[in-house]
């Protein structure tokens, strides 16, 4: 997407220092900072440290571990070690897996003179197609914001609340949640957007400066707000992304989003959750019983960080020294929750009939 003009991805390969590149999404929104990943340790900070982060991202930054691997040393033992070393970085986006087993499955076979080759021309083809699944997403988002601003007396934006950032930062291009907004807010439909700050790691903060870059109308609110918004009528729909869905629709996103969902039933407010396909677990089917949950260090909580009055990125305890934090990054949304998963190929129920019936083929494979 553009930023003041220039269009980025949120990672990109450099022919000329023959590196790959990405966002250090750490110090984001108060600087653009650039940095190479150039060693398997820059790899598993990355993502661990999220300078990379969100579900499309992690798996196509693992990607590219997999091409480092490969033209370090281009052995079955080094591809395992590889997998094993990027696996372990981040438990609950299956989408690093995803991308690791997609990998050592396309290599295997390969030669070994020719499989650095073949693993940077798959994580470029990894990274593509997720542009264009997310593009996808979007043009069928934009349908049902359509018929939401359909109904809505002229002039009236749709009002959409989403949360953490499943935007073009947390994919390789478009967002998942919000490229429905983005091909919307192009297309001229009038749209205001509520982004919850989603504590503790304040991802809210990385969708206001995406939307603000866009141009698209939002306001920032806490996470606590989305409830009290939905009771007086102030949200048309909720769209949110997921870091991994099972094969019966259970959804599994950033820490909030069961709540969001709660209040979304209560008050009779459609949640529909962007769905790209390798985001979907097909070994598991109870999201609450079988999905990992990562469990981030304390400190996420008892700190913030933030910009100082004086411009510097400084970082301030909130609670009592010694105060003990606990800190899931993730919940499960029960599929009965969910409006519809909006995915690459059409919008679908959150059930096995639902998924199964868009993608057959993934289905299959997987019994
Ligand atoms: C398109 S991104 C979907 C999810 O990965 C996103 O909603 C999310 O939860 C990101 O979590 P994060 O911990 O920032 O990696």
Not at 126 to 143: C, F, P, Q, S, T
Not at 324 to 330: C, E, K, M, S, T
Not at 359 to 367: I, Q, W
Request: some cysteine.
């Amino acid at each position: 997407m553009k930023i003041d003009g220039t269009h980025y991805r949120s990672l990109w390969w450099n022919d000329d220092k023959d590196v790959l590149e990405i966002i250090d999404q750490r110090w984001l929104p108060h600087e653009f900072r650039v940095v190479p990943v150039a060693t398997m340790q820059d790899f598993a900070d990355a993502i661990y440290q999220m300078r990379v982060r969100g579900a499309p991202l992690i798996g196509a930054t693992a990607a590219y571990g997999m091409a480092l691997a490969m033209a370090e040393d281009p052995t079955d033992a080094n591809m395992d070690a590889a997998w094993t070393f990027l696996e372990k970085t981040r438990p609950t986006a299956i989408n690093l897996r995803w991308a690791l087993d997609r990998c050592r499955a396309a290599l295997r076979p390969v030669a070994e003179a020719d499989r650095a080759a073949a693993a940077l021309t798959l994580a470029h083809e990894i990274a593509d197609e997720d542009v264009e699944i997310n593009r996808r997403i979007g043009e069928n988002g934009l349908a049902l914001i359509h018929e939401i601003a359909a109904r809505k007396p002229a002039g009236e934006p749709v009002r959409v609340l989403t949360h953490c950032n499943a935007g073009w930062l947390a994919t390789v291009d478009w967002g998942t949640a919000t490229s429905p907004m983005y091909h919307a807010h192009d297309a001229g439909v009038a749209l205001h957007v509520w982004v919850d700050e989603t504590r503790p790691r304040n991802q809210g903060a990385l969708t206001a400066w995406e939307l603000g870059k866009h141009g698209v109308p939002h306001t920032y609110i806490t996470d606590n707000a989305g409830g009290h918004l939905m009771q007086h009528g102030m949200v048309d729909l909720v769209i949110t992304g997921t870091d991994r869905t099972t094969r019966r629709g259970d959804v599994c996103n950033k820490i909030g989003t069961y709540l969001k969902a709660l209040a979304a039933r209560d008050n009779g407010v459609p949640f529909y959750v962007a769905l790209p396909s390798p985001t979907i677990d097909w070994t598991v089917s109870d999201g609450v019983a079988e999905i990992p949950i990562e469990e981030r260090n304390a400190q996420e909580i008892t700190h913030v960080q933030g910009l100082t009055e004086d411009g510097r990125i400084g970082t301030v305890q909130v609670t009592p020294a010694g105060t003990d934090g606990g800190n899931p990054a993730f919940d499960v949304t029960p599929n009965r929750l969910v409006t519809g998963l909006i995915t690459e190929r059409g919008v679908c129920e959150a059930s096995e009939e639902g998924l199964a019936n868009l993608f057959p083929d993934f289905a299959r494979a997987a019994e």
